[in-house]
């Protein structure tokens, strides 16, 4: 059971608009910023949303983030079949359990 | 060009041990700070720890499935991170990844680099 909620799918058709949630508590997305990433099959995970919205150089800006209280969202805006990947988001916690907790993935399929 | 390449994944017996390597090159290492994540197969990714740089005093944390049988390590002079691993157990099992931060004119992100990953293989 991992400490940040995602859902385990999503799904959209190219050019389509499809949000991926990310719920935590007050002690991680409620007072720490919140990171996306990207895996793509077979390979190591790339990031793609830092400090709730700022996307890393060379990531397009179909990809957007936000945060609201204990939740975050990933938006990807006119998809492509190459976006079909796994997506995790993270976030520092201030728990006694350690700082890193992930989200348990989200599988996006480009049908 | 940022690379961070690990080493050092096997095969090990339960309550074994194993010592990865992180080799970083393409940005000041000494700065950064070094975190380790795993992933087992078909599964999500698991934070396991990490280790701040010389100027936040090299303060380590751990989470708690493997606080008190793995240690993390760095070596500014050889560019190198570490993640020593005892008490080996069968969950366990996963590929680990070294990541550094990443950093640019909007601000920066811990976990922003990551590696290709090393398997380990705990079984008897």
């Known amino acids: 059971q991992s400490v940040l909620t995602q859902p385990p799918s999503a799904s959209g058709t190219p050019g389509q608009r499809v949000t991926i949630s990310c719920s935590g508590s007050?002690?991680?997305?409620?007072?720490?910023?919140v990171n996306w990433y990207q895996q793509l099959p077979g390979t190591a995970p790339k990031l793609l949303i830092y400090?709730?919205?700022q996307r890393p150089s060379g990531v397009p800006d179909r990809f957007s983030g936000s945060k609201s209280g204990t939740s975050a969202s990933l938006a990807i805006s006119g998809l492509q079949s190459e976006d079909e990947a796994d997506y995790y988001c993270?976030?520092?916690?201030?728990?006694?359990?350690?700082?890193?907790?992930f989200g348990g993935g989200t599988k996006l399929t480009v049908l | 060009e940022v690379q961070l390449v690990e080493s050092g994944g096997g095969l090990v017996q339960p309550g074994g041990s194993l010592k990865l390597s992180c080799a970083a090159s393409?940005?000041?290492?000494?700065?950064?700070?070094m975190h380790w994540v795993r992933q087992a197969s078909g599964k999500g990714l698991e934070w396991v720890g990490r280790?701040?740089?010389?100027?936040?005093?090299?303060?380590?944390a751990y989470a708690a499935s493997v606080k008190g049988r793995f240690t993390i390590s760095r070596d500014d002079s050889k560019n190198t991170a570490y993640l020593q691993m005892n008490s080996l157990k069968t969950e366990d099992t996963a590929v680990y990844y070294c990541?550094?931060?990443?950093?640019?004119?909007?601000?920066?992100?811990?976990?922003?680099?990551w590696g290709q990953g090393t398997l380990v293989t705990v079984s008897s």
């Open positions: 990541t550094a931060d990443y950093y640019d004119s909007s601000g920066y992100a811990e976990c922003g680099y």
């Open positions: 393409g940005f000041t290492f000494s700065g950064s700070a």
């Open positions: 280790i701040r740089s010389k100027a936040n005093s090299y303060a380590t």
């Open positions: 007050s002690s991680n997305i409620g007072s720490n910023t």
């Open positions: 400090s709730n919205n």
């Open positions: 993270a976030a520092w916690d201030d728990s006694l359990n350690g700082p890193g907790v």
